[in-house]
Structure formats: C-alpha cells, structure tokens
C-alpha cells in the first residue's frame, strides 16, 4: 500500500521532470527508500546512476550536467552523507551547473536530541546553493496540500537551478517510518506536474546601439573566459570578424575549437603575455570579456594593470543572484545579457564597419608564430615533458570527443599547447572552485552521458584523491581514457616563490610526494587497464579511445624538470613572437 | 624577511598550543603557505601530519583527537578543499571530539568576484562548529593589535572546542600574497601566548542530595552510552556496587572493557532485549544515563517505551551549548554535570544503602546465560558468520589495545559479542553522526598516537569510501590492523522492512553490491599486506597485530544468510535467557 509520502515525492519527482532533470544520481542508504522506491520503480521516467561515494557522486552529476547541458538531480541519506556532497555544491555554484540535491532527513522530532545519523542539515550547504528548503513530513491529513507543495517544489528546484546564471538548489526530506510498505508500486501518472517557462530578455537596445556606436575603429579584444557549457561561439566569432578584433580563447570557453570562423581566435596567449615586446605593442583600447575569469593568471594581471582601456563584462547573470564575474576588479562597464544574444544584437547593429587590419594581423602573427614554436619546440625535447602529451592527446582526440581538463598543471598545459582546431571537440573542466578534487568524477560522469569519446588529462594528486570516482566505470560499462601524468606530488608547486623561499622544507610540505610507487593497483581495483607510456604517445592514446572500458597511460616526469623545460619552450616561442613583430614591422 | 602574517600567525599557533593542540593534519596548497611555513619551521612545537585527501585527514584528526585526548588543529588550502572538512566537522560537533580548523583563504577584496579557488568560505560549516571567526589580513600597519588578537582567537579557538561538549571551531585566515620570502624564518619564542584555565564545576549539592533521598531500594539501571574518550568507568562502577543497580554499557562507553568492578555490567543487551519474558520481568523504576543514545536501539525503544520510569540524564552539555541527548524523548530530568563528578559525589552522598539482590540478579544472571548462549551459538556454526569475527578479535586483542568500531554493522556486531573483559582494551567508533564515511582514517588517526595496537573492523562499502584513509599508513609507517568484512554491499539493509517490500529491486538499490571482484589490488596501493581469512582468524589477526604496517584480513560472507545465522544465534540466546529466568524464579 503506498504511503503518504508516496504520492507527495511522485508529485514532486514528476515536476522536477517536466523542468528537465532526467538523471538522478542516487548513493545508497535507508533514510531515503521513499525516494529510491520512487525513482526505481516501474514507469520511472528517470535513468537513476547508482554511486557509493557521495563526494564523488556530487561530481559525477556535475560531469553529467556539463555534459548534457541538462540538470542532474541527486538524493543521499541523511547525515554526513548530505555533507560529502558540499563540494560539489560549491563548484556548482561557482560553475554555474545546474544541480538539484534532494537529501533525505529525519523527521524534526528526531533532530537535535542526540539521535543517530540526525544533523543538522536545514541549510547544510549555506550560501553555496542558490535556493533550499526543508519540506515537511508527508502527513496523511493534508495529502493533498501536500502533493500540490511537493509540484510546486520541485517545478520552483528544477527552474530554480537552471534560471541564469546555473546553480545547484537543495530540497532536505524528512522521512518518518515506516518508510516504504510491501508491495511494488509503480511510478504512476504524476497529475499535473508544474511547468514553469523561462523568461527570455533580449539585450538592452540602448546599450547595443551604444556599442554599436563607438566601438568600430577602436583597438578592441574579445576575451572568452571558462563556461560550463561553452560560450556562443559562432555568434561570438561573427562579432569578431565584424569588428576585426582578436578572440583570446581559453580553452574552456567552447572557442578553440569547432566549425566557426577561428581565423581570429587566439589560443597561444599564455606564451604571448610573456615577451614583453609583445604586450607593449599589444594594448587594447576596448576589451569585452565573456565568460567566467581566464585560467591564464600572467593574462588577467596584464590587462587588470593596464591603464585606460575600457572593459566591459557580458554576464547573463544579476548581481542579486551572487554573479558577479570581475575578480581582477578591472571591469568599466557590466552588461546583463546572454552572451549568443548581445553578441548577434550587437554585430546586426555593427553593420559592416571598417576594420583594422593592422591591429589584428598583430594578434594573430605573433599567435601563429607562438603556437608553432611551442609546438616545434615541445616535439623536439628529447625528454618527457608534460607540454608535448596535450600535443599527443589533441591529434589523437577524434571528431566528437571530450577533453576533460584536471586542475593544477594540467588546465594550464591545456591552455598554453591546446592548438585551434576544426574538430568537433569539446573541453570542459571544473573552474568554478579549481579544486583538484573531483576530478575523475567529472570525467567519469562525462562519459556517462554517451555523447562521445571521453579523454581525461589528470595530475597524481588529484587522480588519487578521487580515486573512488572510477568505481562507475565498471559498474556501468563505461568508456574512459585517463592520461595521468605523474609526477609524484604537486607539479604547480614548483612554479612558485614557495620553493626559492624555502628550499629544504619545500619538497616535503608543499611538493609532497605521494610516495606510491606503482599506481596500477588502484586502477586495477576497479577493472582498468594500466600502461605507462614511453615514447610518442599519439598512438597509444588513439588505441585505448577506440577500445571499450577504462584505460589509464601515465606519464612519468620530473617535476623539477618540468619547470625548466617549460622554461625553455616558452623562450623558444618568445624568439619566434618577436622575430613575427618584425615582420608585421610595430 | 618575515611577512606581517608570519608574527600574527605564530601568535596565533603558539596560543593553540598553549591551550592543548599539539597535533596539526596538514592538506597541501600554496594558500596556506603562511601556515605551512610556521608549522614546519625550525622550533615549531607541533607535530604536524600531512594527509592528501581533506576529507580523510579530517577523519584522521578525529581518530588523533579522540586517541591522545587532545584538540587537533587541521589546515588546509582555500577554495573546495575547505569544503571537504565538512563531514568530519559534523561528526565532530556530534561526537564531541575538540578539533580546530584553520582554513587558509583569499583576501576580501578576491571574493564572491569570481577569482579563482575563492569559494564563500565564511561559516562554511554552518551549525557544525562551536565557534567560527573570519580573520582580518596581516596588515603591517596594525601589526601589534594583529599579534595580540591572533594571540587571543587562538587561546579562545581551543578553549571553546575543549570546554564541555567539546567539538569544532573554525577559523578562517585570509592571505594577502607575497606568501612567503626567502629564508627559513625559525618558529620563534611566541611572546605571551594567552593561556585561559577551564572552570571547574561542581555537581548541584542539592540535586545529589535529593537524588541520594530518592534512589535506595528502587529498582534502577545505569545505562552508559558512547563517549568519545570514554566514560569514567572506575566512579560509574563505584555508583553501580553502592546502588546495586546493573550497568547497561554500550560497546563505546568504556565500560566493558578494562581494571574497574565489571560484575554489574551488562554486556549482551541486544539479546536481552530481544527475550518478551525477559523484558517484562526487568522493568526498572529509575534509569540513569551517562553518554550518547545507545547503539541497540531494540533497547532504547524499549526504555522509551516504558509507562512510569523516572529517566535521569547527566550531561556535561548545557543546552545553550546545542548538547541535548535524549534522541528517544524519554528524559524526565536532564542534569548538567560531569559523569565522573556526579558519580562520586552521589555515591559519597548515598553513603552504604542495602541493595536489592534479587534485581541485580535478574539482569546479571540473564545477561550471563545470553552471553554464553551466544558464545557457543556463534562458535559452533560451521559456515563463517559475521559475529563469530567480534570473537576472534576479541580474543586476539592484547592489552593497552584499540579496537575501531565501522559504523553499519560492525558496530552493531560488537555490541551484541564483544563480551566485557578485564583487559585494557579501547573501543573508539564515530558515532556522532554515525556516517559509513571517514571509518578508515579514523582508525589510521587513532594508530598514529602510537599508544598500542590498533585494530579496524569495518564493511566492505565503508572501506571502500575511505580507502585514501590507508595513505598515512605507509608514509609515516605506521601500524594497523584491519579486519574487513566482505559480503559485497552494504549488510544491514538485509535486516530492514525494505527487502521485503521491494524483493526485485532490493539488492540493486538497497543492498548494492559494489561488484569488485577482489579488493586485493587497493590494499596494495597503499603498501598493505592483504589476505582472505578462512577458518579460525585468532592466530592471524594476532599474528597481523604483532607484524609492523598496514594487514587487511579480509572475511567473506554473505549478506542473506548473514540475517539468518543472526536469527538463529539470537534464537539460541533467548532460550538460555528463559531458562536463566526459571532459575533465578522471577
């Protein structure tokens, strides 16, 4: 017979449904049978992923959700395993991912008292979610209030989470025993779940015509930040060509690479912000920046110090809502718009001004001068070097694959060595927080979402401490290439004033070796295959992305080599930058 | 040349270790580099423990805090890595256990502006710390006010997590950069650090003495439930032999193991429990709580269940304080008093009243004849049973010995059969929050005080959460013994309403068998030795304990039958109760 609280989570599962959520990541426990009972049962319409590792369940959604471009829902039991989902809310939040947590609890008559697996999880994560609430107990005397509540709740989580700018929402469920009675009960017809349709803004007219006004024949730079699910790009691009100006792309903005116009696109800036000649010549006198803030620190500290140019920031998000994308405090003027929309207004107001030639022939020769000498310098080391395995991994990515970039070295080889390409080729990471944590999680529930070949890039650390993250790999049959480069500790560490500063402690206390020797055994656990790679590594990589199941290809390097490897690459490519500022004759 | 920060901080530290922390868990980052600094400078006082993963080395600060009996101190990097001290944060709030976390973060001005590993880390946990400061930066220009107050919220940072209940607090510590200049800066005389001596409480004199009126010749329990560091067994037992009155003691109570007077304690009341004649019989009129609510929640529904029974809870906690143990609504005077001091000073004030004998009997008696029964029940099967294992540690565990209780089932299975010795054992658990997660490094915390041998008995999906709990083990050589019980998911869902109710879905969504084949590999990684036991396990858990590094022993057993072999030996229990109640004429 089903329980009151039966009818009342259907309601609320039935909206959240008709707001988008299709998966549900679910980790195990008793508190939230309602729910598990609910999801599982016949006529569900949900795929439910089963995870035994609430932290890396939280990321695993958020890999889905990138992915899918839809929002992931995730239940869990009551205590501390609502809490292990706290980081994936904060990255959430920051990444603007759309995230419904629905922690089970118990009832209120249990909290507080010293009852077991009861905490206090009535805003457990804070300001890191962008609503929440502690609904009541099903109560078989208001039912029916209590089922409308529920659709109103889950229609208000689901619009809630995906309202712009993207976030995560919390919806704690007490549950009073019994919490499920004999008998399978189907999913059901779910009566008139809530449908909630967004508002759709087009961009300031004023504003646009503004723009519109002055910005032809001025200097200009489009700069595409990080965003979770790519940045317009043709719409970008086509502005870009209208003005004549420069795209500096980071490699998380959707902009490197694809089928759009890239014949201004910049994706060699981190070796371009170091010759000094370069930046000198460089200075823009207008810059509009999409996107969440560019993984290239020396980038954002040039352009944050120089002294009068006019930024402007396009963020789809209010101030209200916590967006507020200006961490070098650089921006002059902040615009509240989508991105693909402002930027089709704003190129339709543009018309077909004249552009500077001179001005992007700069950008883009030194660019291509850069970019080639990075590559030609990185294949002609005759050691390992962590620069030439982004090189190894984009010529053996194929069309429609994912690039998923760890944090730490890894997104910043991406950045420096990930050339343009044509490709259908989709790059994402977890920049909200740049936690090393979660990092296989995200990966893993990329693949999950079966949109293509998958390839993770990953450091030691971090491929360690969410090792638990590859437990769906067999669970579900998944397809997952992992190239780890390890060596042995915290590689970004070693780029820092910390190991001048301190010689003798550094390596112990802020390089920290793991001190494994052999990493196979954890990917063994979960049935990987394991090689360490030596040589080119192009093939090896094309092989385990054709193969089905988990691979996994170390990469051994030193770290203190790395850095002086990385050294001499970017010197290589500042000679070739200034040997193209001459030609282009500054 | 020393940084403003690096005085402010080592003000701080040095009143932290002035006020008891002498133990600090390190996560690795460059935020934190100020802290790192300062802890591992020459002449630093701490011993400080690195640990990869920050949920784990939050755990293994619990395992550290509640074995040495001191605060521990946590340090991590900013951004997610904060957020993933959340679960040990709650456990600790719950469990009581003195930890304090200093969080390094960005500055105020890098905030909520979308800068990079800058996450709102302002009362990041919420209700789950005692005390929660946001730090002001170094600044030169303040720096004597700085010393002082850094002096001060270090001095009140560990005064508060250890005043009664003990738990929690956070400081978070924002850093401007440079982090660091070159040169070792020595740890330094820290100038008047600030010491602040807890006050020292009383019982309430007429309390004791109304109660010392009330309680001879009724028939009372004392019922002793989990404390962190133990109750004070000798004065609980002392009170017991003057009332006559039977002790009801939970497996993390302290009480069944160790030199005090044991003839009164009551070890196998979830057998008890479970035996109609029996409760019907041992209905008491007073029953007097020390601790947590008890594991055997047979029992606590029983005790809450009772018409007309004058329940008294002594609790360190005021309420102000969000202590409040009575999860089952049962108390009917709650006193706030130190369990040590209250025992002595009620037994003082009872002076020699004459005892019921025929009461004591009734408990004592029926408890031997249960614990005998399921002695010989649980060694006579012929088939590996899950309660046999608590027998086979038991008898393997030397003296000065710490047994780590995983939550789930083994928790459970101690408490029915692990039988009270005079032996020094320890039995540590974490149930605050009595969360799966965390169990690993608990135990690796606890093996890290270096006060005699260590042994973990866990589930399988427990071990797995927590795997990188093992890492410390090989880096600092420490040594532990593990006994993991294998049935492939997670047991105690077997013995709950929901694999009834939903036969066909139970053992994907409920039962959820992690599916890895062999657990070999992850043992292997952290450098363990692992072996499947088979037979009688006492020669080898022995011989695990006298070996130096980490032995997995691995039982594996089945998780249906495990539900039945259960039934049978409690069956087997109840019988011999009944005859022990003919015996004794009720």
Redesign the interface.
Known sequence: MPLPADRYIRALLGSLYQGGVQHVV?A?G?RN?PL??AL?AEGSPFK?W?H????SAGYFALGLARQTGTPVALTCTS???A??F??A???A??SRVPLVFLTADRPP??R?????????QV??F???VKWAADLPVADESALEELVRYGASAGARAAATALEAPAGPVHLNLPFRE???????TPFGEVAQPIVRSPRRESPDASTVARLAAMLPGRRGLIVCGPESTGLPAEAIASLASSLGWPVVADPLSGLRAGSHDRSLVVDSIDALVRVPEFVAAAVPQVVIRFG??MTC?PFNTWLAGLPSVHRIVVDPAEPST?G????D?QADESIAADPGAFATALRDALGAPGTDGAWSALWTEANAAAREALRDASLDLPEPFEGRVVYEIARALPDGATLVAGNSMPVRDIDSFFASTDRDIRIVGT?G???I??VVSTAVGAAAAGRGPVVLLIGD?SF??D??GL?PV??YGLDLTVVLVNNDG?G??SF???R???P??FD???G?P???P??A??V????GRHAVLEGDAVEAIRAAIGRPGLDVLEVRTDRERNVALHRQVWERAATAVRDALAAVKV
């Open positions: 679910m195990p008793s049978t598990t009972a599982t439910v089963l035994l590792d609430e932290r205590g501390t395993a809490a292990n706290l980081p809310a904060v990255e939040r920051l008559e249990a507080d008292v010293g009852a077991a697996q009861t905490v206090d805003g457990l804070g300001t890191h019994p919490l499920i009675e004999p008998g399978d969440a803030a620190k916590a507020w994308r200006d961490p405090l920049r927080a740049s936690g944590d979660g650390l360690l401490h090792l638990n437990w067999r669970r915290g970004i560490f820092l004033p910390q001048q500063a301190t003798a402690r112990a206390w802020w920290t793991h001190g494994i052999d990493l055994p954890g063994e656990l979960h049935g």
